[in-house]
């Protein structure tokens, strides 16, 4: 079992910045990928960006690309999210979670260890 934490949530107006970050502890913490999803009210979670931990090898939905960077910090076991020019729409509460095995980088079931999610608020 993988415990995930993440922190750095908060309120931004928009077309400024947060950044992230999920600490990830347990066995076989800092094999696989990692992944950013969120969820807005009323809306069903949704894929942001993802990371393999041996590679750093990184993917994007469209909707943040050119916007967001994911990051990793290895040694430490803890993944970032830099989230530049926000929208409102990019209000949600974002989650990070842990791919164990290889499958559909977007589909929230391809992943098997989630943390508890920090609100995310962009206001006009």
């Known amino acids: 079992q993988v415990q995930l934490v993440e922190s750095g949530g908060g309120l931004v107006q928009a077309g400024g910045s947060l950044r992230l970050s999920c600490a990830a502890s347990g066995r076989s913490a800092s094999t696989g990928s990692m992944g950013w999803f969120r969820q807005a009210p009323g809306k069903e979670r949704e894929f942001v960006a993802r990371?393999?931990?041996?590679?750093?090898?990184?993917y994007y939905a469209d909707s943040v690309k050119g916007r967001f960077t994911i990051s990793s910090d290895n040694p430490k076991n803890t993944v970032y999210l830099q989230m530049n020019t926000l929208k409102v729409e990019d209000t949600a509460v974002y989650y990070c979670a842990r791919q164990a095995r290889p499958g559909v980088v977007t589909a929230t079931s391809s992943y098997d260890d989630w943390g508890q999610g920090t609100q995310v608020t962009v206001s006009l």
């Open positions: 990371i393999s931990w041996n590679g750093g090898i990184t």
